[in-house]
């Protein structure tokens, strides 16, 4: 498992959440997004059309990456999580 850089708890606890996809258990089943589709960690990372011009604008091109945990566990993943909880998408971390 890759170490976290030196961040704040906040965003150590939402990659944490990202990690073990705790969007997707019994109790959010068919909770939907901000942009009104349904949340799932791929959808954040990848689909969300809140958070992908977001990226953008933070210099990360989310199609470089291969998949979920390529994103996950790689060294971007602080500044993606940055992002997430700058947004309106963060109502639900």
């Known amino acids: 498992m890759a170490t976290l ?3 704040p708890r906040h965003i150590v ?16 089943h068919g ?6 589709e349904n949340i799932s960690v791929h959808h ?5 059309s809140v958070l ?11 199609n470089n990456f291969d998949n979920v945990n390529t994103v ?5 993943v ?5 992002v997430i909880s700058q947004s309106l998408v963060a109502k639900f971390s």
């Open 31 to 36: 909770i939907s997004c901000v942009c009104r």
């Open 52 to 62: 992908t011009p977001l990226y953008e604008e933070k210099g990360i091109q989310m």
């Open 78 to 82: 602080a500044e993606i999580a940055m």
């Open 5 to 7: 850089p030196s961040c």
């Open 72 to 76: 996950l566990y790689g060294s971007y």
């Open 13 to 28: 606890r939402l990659i944490h959440k990202l990690r073990l996809n705790t969007w997707n258990t019994k109790y959010s």
């Open 44 to 48: 954040l990372l990848f689909d969300c």
